[in-house]
């Protein structure tokens, strides 16, 4: 039971160095990586690190290539697009329900969630803001209280991070990401519906256009 925990603990280890080092750009979207390299990188066993990949790859992260080994997922106009419009259905369903099943427990977490991100937009760390940003979104679909959904949308999870990422460093000013939070969320609480789904959609189908117009240029 133990050498079972050990490895284990080993798997999430492994899957949190190789996140920790695409998120901080490590490894760049796209690129190759081989389980050996990372072995070797790591100082971690193959079959450890391979798990490790499989799990990364459930999450979004990397994508396994038939015959030729693994890849950091990329962000190309295609990718841009079928994300906001994906995470505009998902969420813009999720504002909508929040706001219609919000109880004293789902005010609390989405009133911390946005007092997380506030304090984060006045520091430095750009995936501290990121990673706030999307435990905005995540709330509010946690408040929707939809198991279905709430599963769907954790398969989006990790390209949303590296998304929101991406689309945060195009603003000039880290604060001007807080009004559309601010307005959304106030929406939920107020209990409209109809409002809170409308912002959902705007918000992020505004910066999804922006960031796969930014990726046309360079492509």
Known sequence: MDAQ?????????????????????????????????????????????????????????????PYTGWEVMSLSPEDAWELHTLRTSLEGMAARLAAERIDNTGRQALTKAMERLRKAVAGPDPREIAEADLNMHKTVVSVANHRRLASLYTLVSGPTLLYILSTNRMMERPEAILPEHEALTDAILAGDADLAGRLAKVHVGHHGRRLGAVLGKRA
């Open 5 to 65: 925990i050990d490895k284990k603990s080993l798997d999430l280890r492994a899957a949190d160095w190789i996140r920790n080092t695409i998120l901080s750009g490590g490894f760049a979207l796209g690129q190759k990586l081989t389980e050996i390299a990372l072995a070797e990188q790591i100082g971690l066993s193959r079959s450890t690190v391979r798990t490790a990949m499989q799990r990364l790859a459930g999450e979004g992260f990397l994508v396994q290539l």
